[in-house]
Structure formats: structure tokens, C-alpha cells
């Protein structure tokens, strides 16, 4: 399972995931994969942020039912994730406070959401909402996206992978921890089903010229848009959190459309 994103994890010990107290006994685990033994530069820094009781109660209670701990150690069948078997699943990677997740999920309910986030008051403030809007077609998972793409779905099981203003990451030297970079789209392409869309939004202009010219450049990817550019913002993409406050700095957001090729 490894083979399409190198370096395989180093194997942590047994002990390692244990050592930290968890913050919720029956919620999320901290750090689910040990990902800190693992060589590999990440898109997110770990960040303590406080969990409101609303959150926190969120889950404690709604965790063991809607919750999913990305420890890479289980291969998940898709069709058997939501009450509907057989639902089309779209990955969203950081979902942040969740509140466009959810609107997209009361928006399509034919659609289940797999949102995935390592950020702890995010899952809670998303688990609430699902619950608050009789949302049935939404999952929470906690930890890294890359983790879960690769050691924990099947080639081909997506239907759409959605990645909303992804950290920007704007210093020259941290630009490597960008997520949108050839390495992710050549794993991003193994799990996504001929035809899905990835979808990318950023308000940060050098990322977006960037997205748009390592997407151009991946072979197992086509441009939605026949100029070659920025698609126009799709109706069904709600105003992020992030995104507001990027236009409130009067930055220009970028749409990204782009198919899995068929093989
Ligand atoms: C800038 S925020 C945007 C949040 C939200 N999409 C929005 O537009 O308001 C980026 C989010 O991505 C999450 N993130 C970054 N890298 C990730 C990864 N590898 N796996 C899971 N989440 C990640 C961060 O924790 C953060 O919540």
C-alpha cells in the first residue's frame, strides 16, 4: 500500500500512542498514526487549540458513532462507511470549523462526505453540526490526509476529493509543506475513481499559479476547463471560514477543476 507515496512510516511503538493522555477517552487519539515517526514533512503544524464545552461534548458523545481515527492500520470499505450502503464518497481534506462541510452535506445528501481534519475543536464543531442538521452522510476523521489516502482507501474509491483553502504556507522555506505538489496528486490519482473531480480552492495567488501549473503538468489529470485556467466557483461551494477572511484582506480566490483521467 505504500509503494505511491514514499517514505514508508517508520513502525512506532506499541507504547507511543498511549503516552500522551487522551484529551477525550472515548474521542479522537491524539497523533492516531504516531505520524511524528514518520520522515516526512507535513502540510500541517500539530497546534493545541482550545476545545469549547459545546465541542468537547460533541465528542465525547457523537465520536464513537460518526468519528474515524486515521491510523493507517485498517483498510476502510467506503460502501459500508454511511447507513446507505453503496454511497458515492467524496474525500474533503481540512475541513477547519466544518460549517461548509456541512452545508454541502445537507445540500447533497445522495453524496457521503468523508471529512478528514487533524484539528480537534474543528471535529467536535462539525460533529455538532451533522448532528444539529440531521446530517446522515457525514464522517469525521481525525489525523493526516496523506496517511489516509494512502494506507486506509482502495485504488479508485473516490468519487470526488475536495481541498478548500489549504494552508498556504507563504515563506519560501516552508513551501514544501504545501499539499498540492506533484508527489500528493500522483497518490490523490490512485484513490480517485476515472472521471472524479478534484477540486481546489486557495485565495493565495503564487499557490494558486502553482496548483494550477503542477495540476497541468500531472499526467493522470485533465483540466475541467478547456482554456486551460482557473474554473469559474462552482454554485455548490459554499463560503469557507478561511476564504471570508481572505476576502476580507481583498485577496482573489481560484477555483481548480481538474478529472481523473481514465486509465
Ligand atoms: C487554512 S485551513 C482551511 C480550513 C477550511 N477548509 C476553510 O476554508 O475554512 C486548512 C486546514 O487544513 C488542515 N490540514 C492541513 N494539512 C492536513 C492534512 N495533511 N490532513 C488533514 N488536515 C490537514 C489544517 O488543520 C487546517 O484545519
Redesign the pocket.
Known amino acids: 500500500m505504500s509503494e505511491n507515496h514514499a517514505p514508508t512510516p517508520v513502525p512506532r511503538p506499541a507504547s507511543d500512542a498511549r503516552r500522551r493522555e487522551p484529551m477525550f477517552p472515548d474521542g479522537p487519539a491524539p497523533d492516531p498514526a504516531g505520524s511524528h515517526h514518520e520522515r516526512r514533512i507535513?502540510?500541517?503544524q500539530p497546534r493545541r487549540s482550545r476545545v469549547t464545552t459545546g465541542q468537547g461534548e460533541a465528542l465525547r458523545r457523537l465520536w464513537p458513532q460518526w468519528g474515524l481515527d486515521v491510523d493507517g492500520m485498517r483498510r476502510l470499505d467506503l460502501g459500508e462507511l454511511f447507513d446507505a450502503p453503496g454511497l458515492p464518497v467524496v474525500l474533503e481534506?481540512?475541513?477547519?470549523?466544518g460549517e461548509?462541510t456541512a452545508q454541502m452535506a445537507a445540500a447533497d445528501p445522495g453524496t457521503g462526505i468523508l471529512a478528514?481534519?487533524?484539528?480537534t475543536p474543528?471535529q467536535g464543531n462539525l460533529l455538532a453540526l451533522a448532528e444539529r442538521n440531521g446530517l446522515k452522510n457525514v464522517r469525521v476523521a481525525n489525523?493526516?490526509?496523506?496517511i489516509l489516502l494512502r494506507e486506509m482507501l482502495a485504488p479508485d474509491s473516490l468519487a470526488g476529493l475536495r481541498v478548500?483553502?489549504?494552508?498556504p504556507w507563504p515563506k519560501k522555506r516552508h513551501h514544501k509543506r504545501r499539499?498540492i505538489q506533484p508527489e500528493f496528486l500522483a497518490l490523490a490519482a490512485t484513490r480517485l475513481a476515472p472521471g472524479a473531480v478534484l477540486h481546489c480552492a486557495t485565495d493565495w495567488e503564487p499557490y494558486a499559479e502553482q496548483m494550477l501549473e503542477v495540476l497541468s503538468a500531472a499526467p493522470d489529470f485533465e483540466n475541467t476547463q478547456p482554456d486551460g485556467g482557473y474554473a469559474p466557483r462552482p454554485e455548490f461551494r459554499p463560503l469557507?471560514?478561511?476564504?471570508g477572511q481572505g476576502l476580507d484582506k481583498g485577496h482573489v480566490v481560484h477555483d481548480l477543476m481538474f478529472k481523473r483521467r481514465e486509465r
Open positions: 507535513r502540510s500541517f481534506i481540512g475541513f477547519g470549523m461548509a478528514c481534519d487533524v484539528h474543528g489525523g493526516d490526509a496523506i478548500y483553502f489549504p494552508d499539499l469557507t471560514r478561511f476564504e
